[in-house]
Nanobody
Framework: QVRLVESGGGLVQPGGSLRLSCAAS????????MGWYRQAPGKQRELVAH???????TYANSVKGRFTISRDNAKNTVYLQMNSLKPEDAAVYYCSVRGAKSDNVEFGSWGQGTQVTVSS
């Protein structure tokens, strides 16, 4: 089993910042792609940012220049630094991790979600 634990969500005023963390634990042999998605009420889940094992990053157009994804391979953790937050960034944020377990079986896991609220 691979478990993801997210933290860092909360309430922030427009223009503020938050940093999300997602730590993976369990029988992990290797982690490949890590990413953050979000889902607002009544909307589909969408990709926010993605980072490969080599450190290549991809961002949704709506967050480019404001959000930064990073990873600490030693800690099996992915981060999302969110700056200049807007009301439209409010959503439940989910981390996603894909890799291989110690028995060499591939896995894909989701975090439990963390609420981000942007309001004055």
């Amino acid at each position: 089993q691979v478990r993801l634990v997210e933290s860092g969500g909360g309430l922030v005023q427009p223009g503020g910042s938050l940093r999300l963390s997602c730590a993976a634990s369990g029988s992990i042999f290797a982690i490949n792609a890590m990413g953050w998605y979000r889902q607002a009420p009544g909307k589909q889940r969408e990709l926010v940012a993605h980072i490969t094992s080599g450190g290549s990053t991809t961002y949704a157009n709506s967050v480019k220049g404001r959000f930064t994804i990073s990873r600490d391979n030693a800690k099996n953790t992915v981060y999302l630094q969110m700056n200049s937050l807007k009301p439209e960034d409010a959503a439940v944020y989910y981390c996603s991790v894909r890799g291989a377990k110690s028995d060499n079986v591939e896995f894909g896991s989701w975090g439990q979600g963390t609420q981000v609220t942007v309001s004055s």
